[in-house]
């Protein structure tokens, strides 16, 4: 969670979830599904950057295979993703899943 004072700006997460009872970018029982919320006054000031880095260090430090999610069409968070290493997933490209896989 990124907070300015004690005050919540944006959160993220990463949820493994089961077949049974997917969410929208759900890939494989082995893939987390991400989630990144921030408030919208502080979008555009490198807090979401800043919360999907240190989930990606955590995903590598646990050795997390991938990590996927789902944004919605004409979503600015989509150049977020992008530029962290996040691609669409083929066939699903509709549906905004994307993958992301540690180097």
Avoid: C, H
Avoid at 74 to 85: I, M
């Amino acid at each position: 969670m990124a907070q300015i004072g004690t005050e919540a700006v944006g959160v993220v997460r990463a949820q493994y979830l089961p077949p049974d009872d997917p969410g929208y970018g759900f890939l494989a029982e082995d893939a987390p599904e991400a989630s990144l919320w921030v408030r919208g006054d502080w979008r555009g000031r490198g807090r979401g950057t800043a919360l999907l880095r240190r989930m990606q260090d955590e995903a590598r430090a646990r050795r997390v295979p991938r990590i996927s999610l789902s944004v919605e069409a004409g979503n600015d968070a989509k150049r977020l993703y992008l530029a962290e290493g996040f691609v669409d997933v083929p066939g699903r490209e509709s549906d905004g899943v994307m993958v992301w896989t540690p180097q």
